[in-house]
Structure formats: C-alpha cells, structure tokens
C-alpha cells in the first residue's frame, strides 16, 4: 500500500525541536517505535486530539515511549457529553479492556480539556475551531511562534449539508475566516461524490469539497485526509486526480495531494 492503513496521526517538529502530535490514531504506535531509539534523552510533545472516536484515540495505549520515565506528554481535546478528556482516555485503558491501565504509564502524562479558542505550545500558536461531525469535534490551526507559514488540520468535517450540528448559520463564513491564508489545508475526503448523499450526516466530506473550502480560503497547498479503508490506492489515485482536475477549474494555484504514510513536508 503506498497511501499507507493506520489511523489518523500527524507529527510536526517546530521551530525549536518541539514534537507536536495530531491525533493519536493506530498510527501513534509507529511513530512511538521511530522515536524510542533516542535513548538517554527525555522526550516531551503536546497531542492535540481532534475528537475521541476510537480511531483517533486508539494508538495512545500502544505508544512506546509513555513507558518510559522522564517523558512528559500533554494532551489536548474537548470533553464529550459532560465527560472529561482524561476520564475517556482512561475508559479505553480500563482493565477490563486493556492489561496497563492510564495511571500506571511510568510517563508524565497532563490532560488538558479544551474548546474552540487559542492555545499556547511551546512551538505554535494554536487555534481550535468546532467542526460539524458527530460528537464534538475540533479543528486545528497551528503558526510557528517564531512566525512563518501556518498549517490547519480538519479531519472529521461535513462541508455538505448533511446531518445537524450544534454549530451557527454562518458556520462556513467563519471556518473560511478561520482558514484564511493558511499555507497547507489537511482536510478530511473521505468519500467520493457519488457516495456522499448515502453518507449524510456521518460528518465526512469528499475531495472536491475539501478543494472548494481551500480555494475559498485561499490557501496554497491540499492535503487530502482520511481516506476511507476500504478504498485501495488506485481508487485513492482516481480521487486524487479528479480533485486535482476540479482544482484546475476552481483554483488554479492550488496543490493538491494525498495523504500517504511515511510522508513528509517542509512548511
């Protein structure tokens, strides 16, 4: 497979060496293994956690180096139906499902509930933004303090108009206003066009739409998000072309790529 078969999870490193974590997907766990042979040095990053569906949760339990002392992790996410982030995260790591339970890790672990507004890291301004999925779910916006191109991350999005949401009517002004001027988009495209009416209200969206939000916010370069699992590389191909040849019509300038494991990029 060269798009790759873990679950959501993006690393940044920021301008002072900062590891910066979004999501904790499946493919938390191999990013853990990568960042173990640092042995001898403590290790500390922020994860930012979009929403706490399973799949965007399920690699903290199997990420190496909160077994290690010294490393010191802080977690930020939205509280779910009154529920604490922490007590979620705990929930998935309780010993009826899980041998290790989360108070046990040998690692510093913080868990921050959060909502839309601004974060400080120790490398980025954040800013998080209530998106329309299932849930309550964030969207990222994230600028180097020492300045320079900014990135936003919105996984888990409906642009259409499915489903009900507990969002205002100019919900799609200000995440255009939210958006505005960010270098690189990475934005959920879950599904094609000819599915997305069947999927209303799942809180996904297709490439061409993620290609319209990009052109509407200006913004450089689109990466496509979330591939659905059952789509093989040469479906994900097919999509990626037809959201390329839709950008030639909408917005020209615009990159447009796929998400692919093991991928990187320099801002």
């Not at 094609?192 to 969206?205: E, T």
């Not at 370069?221 to 030639?248: G, K, M, S």
Request: a negative charge; charged letters at 20%; glycine letters at 10%.
């Amino acid at each position: 497979m060269r798009y790759g078969g873990n679950t959501a999870c993006i690393s940044i490193t920021g301008p002072n060496g900062q590891l910066t974590v979004l999501d904790a997907g499946s493919g938390l766990r191999p990013l853990g293994h990568s960042l173990m042979p640092a042995r001898g040095r403590t290790l500390s990053a922020d994860i930012l956690l979009s929403h706490t569906h399973w799949d965007h949760i399920q690699g903290l339990p199997f990420f190496k180096p909160l077994s290690a002392v010294g490393n010191r992790f802080c977690v930020y996410g939205a509280a779910q139906e009154g529920v604490p982030l922490q007590e979620i995260l705990r929930r998935q790591m309780d010993p009826m499902v899980f041998p290790v339970p989360l108070e046990a890790l040998a690692a510093t672990l913080e868990v921050h509930d959060i909502g839309e507004g601004e974060i400080s890291l120790t490398d980025f301004r954040v800013r998080a933004f209530r998106l329309r999925h299932p849930g309550t779910t964030l969207g990222y916006r994230l600028g180097p303090t020492t300045g320079g191109r900014e990135i936003a991350y919105l996984t888990d999005n409906e642009l259409g108009p499915g489903g009900t949401y507990p969002v205002s009517d100019d919900w799609r002004d200000r995440l255009v206003e939210f958006l505005a001027g960010t270098d690189t988009l990475i934005h959920d495209a879950m599904y094609p066009d000819r599915f997305i009416k069947v999927r209303a209200g799942w809180g996904h969206s297709t490439p061409r739409q993620a290609v319209e939000l990009a052109a509407e916010a200006a913004c450089a370069r689109l990466i496509l998000f979330h591939h659905e699992p059952e789509h093989d590389d040469a479906t994900v191909d097919e999509l990626l072309a037809d959201a390329r040849e839709h950008a030639r019509r909408v917005a020209p300038k615009l990159i447009v790529e796929a998400a692919a494991e093991g991928t990187g990029f320099l801002l």
